[in-house]
T-cell receptor, first 112, second 112 residues
Framework: GDSVTQMEGPVTLSEEAFLTINCTYT??????LFWYVQYPGEGLQLLLK?????DKGSNKGFEATYRKETTSFHLEKGSVQVSDSAVYFC???????????FGTGTQLKVEL | EAGVVQSPRYKIIEKKQPVAFWCNPI?????LYWYRQNLGQGPELLIR????????DSQLPKDRFSAERLKGVDSTLKIQPAELGDSAVYLC??????????FGQGTRLTVV
């Protein structure tokens, strides 16, 4: 079946540091890939997505590139802020129905 | 525009008691999902509705869980009787034609 593997957290960074959160996937078919973010006390929000190989999703300074050859969708940001502290979930969707398969989430803590 | 609304936000019950969660999706969204998120894990799909029809309930523990979506709008998820292992956050999400999934804030259930 489909699965998503994320690097374990928590990841603790200083403000303005470079961020990478690794995500790899296994899927039957040709998935769409997503990063969702969950801020404290809030629901999941879509951060970015990519629907085909070599697509780059981007939003709020975050980027991720759909790499079919390595089955990866790593999240990056060049300079993190304290306000980026949250839990980040990598997810995929295959077939109809938009059912999402999530990774376990990576908590990011950004300190001054 | 109002997002996905869930209630209650928190619920504490004793084991063997019944509990119900309510979800109001975004207006016009025909597809509704219930996910369960265990502590430290990503959400896992319980059931998906297309309008009022449950089209994917393969992960719903049908011996104690039930769901309904009358008139294809609001939905209710019920557990009867609850067990200690049911403690989790229950998330509702909805999608419209061509949109990504929008999530509610979730109901945090604690079974004692």
């Amino acid at each position: 079946g489909d699965s998503v593997t994320q690097m374990e957290g928590p990841v603790t960074l200083s403000e303005e540091a470079f961020l990478t959160i690794n995500c790899t996937y296994t899927a039957t078919g040709y998935p769409s890939l997503f990063w969702y973010v969950q801020y404290p006390g809030e629901g999941l929000q879509l951060l970015l997505k990519a629907t085909k190989a070599d697509d780059k999703g981007s939003n709020k300074g975050f980027e991720a590139t759909y790499r079919k050859e390595t089955t990866s969708f790593h999240l990056e940001k060049g300079s993190v802020q304290v306000s980026d502290s949250a839990v980040y979930f990598c997810a995929l969707s295959t077939g109809g129905g938009n059912k999402l398969t999530f990774g376990t989430g990576t908590q990011l803590k950004v300190e001054l | 525009e109002a997002g996905v609304v869930q209630s209650p936000r928190y619920k504490i019950i004793e084991k063997k008691q019944p509990v119900a969660f309510w979800c109001n999706p975004i207006s016009g969204h025909n597809t509704l999902y219930w996910y369960r998120q265990n502590l430290g894990q990503g959400p896992e799909l319980l059931i998906r509705y297309e309008n009022e029809e449950a089209v994917d309930d393969s992960q719903l523990p049908k011996d104690r869980f039930s769901a309904e979506r009358l008139k294809g709008v609001d939905s209710t998820l019920k557990i009867q009787p609850a067990e200690l292992g049911d403690s989790a956050v229950y998330l509702c999400a909805s999608t419209g034609e061509g949109t990504e999934a929008f999530f509610g804030q979730g109901t945090r259930l604690t079974v004692v």
